[in-house]
């Protein structure tokens, strides 16, 4: 038997301001788009915002039904947006913020099983990192490097 280790290293930003200018804007585009969710069933917001290669941002945030499965998360709706509309252009980073109307997040708050798995499958096409930065509704940003930071065993293509 052996016994492998895992570990990650993540940065720790103490509030917007303390962000590189670009990815405070970036931050500023995610909170935008999470006061726009669609969430009357969990009332719990998020929003996400994606600099592609080309210097376009794309919004996302989640959209709920009252049949569970059938919404979709504002990690998804962003990557899913920017490789319909702009395929082939690389995912530089992602600014994600989720908050719940009743009482203000101040955690970090990752993005959930699925949409990593979603961040993988462009991750690995375009053949680069993207950098992911995350916050509750206010406060802390941590940011990691790239999508295998957070999901160190990627299910990817090679797989199949």
Do not use: W
């Amino acid at each position: 038997m052996q016994e492998i280790k895992i570990t990650t290293t993540l940065t720790c930003y103490d509030n917007i301001a303390e962000l590189p200018e670009n990815v405070q804007e970036l931050m500023q585009s995610a909170v935008e788009a999470r006061k726009k969710a669609y969430a009357p069933y969990s009332n719990f917001r998020v929003g996400a915002a994606l600099l592609l290669e080309n210097g376009e941002t794309i919004q996302g945030n989640n959209q709920e039904n009252a049949a569970y499965p059938s919404g979709l998360c504002a990690e998804r709706v962003a990557i899913f947006h920017a490789g319909a509309t702009y395929p082939g252009v690389k995912i530089k980073q992602i600014a994600i913020t989720a908050t719940s109307d009743h009482h203000v997040n101040k955690t970090p708050i990752p993005p959930c099983g699925s949409c990593r798995q979603s961040i993988a499958e462009y991750e690995m096409r375009q053949e680069s990192p993207i950098e992911i930065y995350f916050m509750g509704g206010e406060g802390k940003i941590m940011k990691s490097d790239s999508l295998k930071d957070l999901l160190p065993l990627i299910f990817d293509k090679s797989y199949l």
